[in-house]
């Protein structure tokens, strides 16, 4: 079915409803979206984000390669992937920057659970950014996209152990880190 749907893109040819065929269903974009945002992918840049994970899935039918088994898993996967090459490119002072001047721009209110989330979200985001890049991907695709120890070890070419390992230090160093900042 993948190739199909590439060919008719690539060929140029449109569906019933006159709109070209999309390699990646909506499920599997909000999947693609919430691990990019999720690895710290600017909301602003999410959309492109989300076309270079459309432009592998058809590159890679058009090259004729075996279509993946599960479209999901592998599309999270480069969406990680595509998530740690824009870490690599900014410094980590300045995503942090972004993110403080983000909650910063709503009023905060003691006791409004809705400020705890807040919170909690940007602990757990710093946390995730002091993180290693191999355990945040890890934790990114286990918690957040949801795909099972064997599914990542699969996606990423590396031993079920070892997605164990990096995930039990993950977790255990972003919990330490949320109960030095007396988040939990």
């Known amino acids: 079915m993948l190739r199909r749907k590439a060919r008719r893109v690539l060929g140029g040819g449109e569906s019933a409803g ?16 919430a691990v990019l945002a999720l690895g710290g992918v600017p909301q602003a840049d999410l959309p492109d984000g989300v076309q270079q994970v459309r432009l592998r899935l058809l590159e890679r039918a058009a090259s004729g390669a075996e279509a993946p088994r599960d479209v999901s898993a592998w599309a999270a996967v480069v969406a990680s992937n595509l998530a740690m090459d824009w870490h690599r490119a900014r410094r980590r002072q300045e995503r942090i920057g972004e993110r403080l001047a983000s909650l910063r721009q709503s009023p905060h209110t003691e006791g409004d659970s809705g ?23 890890i934790l990114v695709l286990r918690f957040y ?20 390992s990096r995930l039990h230090t993950a977790v255990r160093a972003l ?3 949320l109960h030095e900042d007396e988040v939990v």
């Open 115 to 137: 400020d705890d989330t807040k919170v909690m979200s940007l602990a757990v985001a710093q946390g995730l950014d002091e993180l290693p890049d191999a355990q945040r991907q």
């Open 145 to 164: 996209a949801d795909l099972p120890v064997r599914g990542i070890a699969e996606e990423l070419g590396i031993p079920e152990g070892t997605v164990k």
């Open 175 to 177: 919990r330490a880190r």
């Open 18 to 33: 006159g709109t070209l065929d999309d390699p990646l269903d909506a499920a599997q974009e909000r999947r693609v979206r």
